[in-house]
């Protein structure tokens, strides 16, 4: 199973949106609601943002928002705050009952 | 609040045993709303799903891993394992250990061990 591929980083200025996409098959992100993402802050346990594609978490920022789109799945952070500075990946369920996660992406706040 | 604790070897040598344990407080290991999961990611590379066990025992593993690996839960001692057999440097990683909501996302995770394979 192939990782599914995300953009090594992406940077934007204070209160700006940014988008992160998460290219995988229809094995996997085109074939079910299952992607999740997860933002990880160096030496921090990771932590779930999104699940079921949009679905937020109890006490997870509304900035954070998820959309799907044939293979590709979205991860938009809206009103980007210097604490959004962290690791992104995203992860999905596969036609082989695994999980499969992304390359992982920098989020840069300038 | 739930946490999840991995502890273990920091350096195994090529060809023997790989074993980390996760201990869980804040919550029991036979919830059975939940897998517990092994996670890992080698230096530089992405996250790796290594495999899950159900409190009754029930497991699945990763294709790749799984002539090698075992999972286990001891429900006494809230906890679950992971032994990953004739280990190589390829399995140099942080290994984290998660809470699988079954297809709603890794809730918690712990904090990540890494876990050095070298002679």
């Known amino acids: 199973q192939s990782a599914l591929t995300q953009p090594a980083s992406v940077s934007g200025s204070p209160g700006q949106s940014i988008t992160i996409s998460c290219t995988g098959t229809?094995?996997?992100?085109?074939?079910?609601?299952?992607v999740s993402w997860y933002q990880r802050h160096p030496g921090k346990a990771p932590k779930l943002i999104l699940y079921?594609?949009?679905n937020r978490p109890s006490g997870v920022s509304h900035r954070f928002s998820g959309s799907k789109s044939g293979n590709t799945a979205s991860l938009t952070i809206s009103g980007l705050q210097v604490e959004d500075e962290a690791d992104y990946f995203c992860?999905?369920?596969?036609?082989?009952?695994?999980?499969?996660f992304g390359t992982g992406t920098e989020v840069t706040v300038l | 609040q739930v946490q999840l604790q991995e502890s273990g070897p920091g350096l195994v040598k090529p060809s023997q045993t790989l074993s980390l344990t996760c201990a869980v407080s804040?919550?029991?290991?036979?919830?059975?709303?939940?897998?517990w999961t092994w996670i890992r990611q080698p230096p530089g590379k992405g996250l790796e799903w290594i495999g899950y066990?159900?409190?009754?025992?029930?497991?699945y593993y990763n294709p790749s891993l799984r002539s090698r690996l075992t999972i286990s839960v001891d429900t006494s001692k809230n906890q679950f394992s992971l032994s990953l057999r004739a280990v190589t440097a390829a399995d140099t990683a942080i290994y984290y250990c998660?809470?699988?909501?079954?297809?709603?996302?890794?809730?918690?995770w712990g904090q990540g061990s890494l876990v050095t394979v070298t002679s």
């Open positions: 079921e594609v949009s």
């Open positions: 998660a809470r699988d909501r079954m297809n709603w996302g890794f809730d918690y």
């Open positions: 066990i159900y409190y009754t025992g029930n497991t």
């Open positions: 804040g919550g029991p290991v036979s919830n059975g709303d939940y897998y």
């Open positions: 229809s094995s996997d992100v085109g074939g079910y609601k299952y």
């Open positions: 992860c999905a369920y596969t036609s082989r009952s695994t999980y499969v």
